[in-house]
């Protein structure tokens, strides 16, 4: 578990301005997201193949790299670095 203590010199409680900011990146990562996967969506329907499969045949060497298997490698990987971003964000909890 990390903590963070944020000092401001204002006399107004900064407490809405940073859960305001921190719930507008979680929906830009969200929006994000749903790109992402739009895109993994028709790498499957182009290869008509799960995302899951082609990342165990790509694993074990079974797919031939080319430049749009990369791609599909790619997006596959920022759909993970999202979605830990987003629960990161989202576990953040509020003392007081």
Known sequence: MTE????????TSIKPL????LHNEVRLLEAGLRQTQ????????????AT???IKKQADN???ETLETIEWLGEYRMVQ???EK???LKGIQFDN
């Open 4 to 11: 963070l203590t944020l000092i401001s010199p204002s006399v």
């Open 18 to 21: 940073v859960e305001a900011a």
């Open 38 to 49: 739009h895109r993994l969506h028709q790498f499957e329907e182009q290869y008509a193949m």
């Open 52 to 54: 899951d499969e082609f």
């Open 62 to 64: 079974g797919i031939q």
């Open 81 to 83: 670095r999202i979605q």
């Open 86 to 88: 987003i629960d990161a």
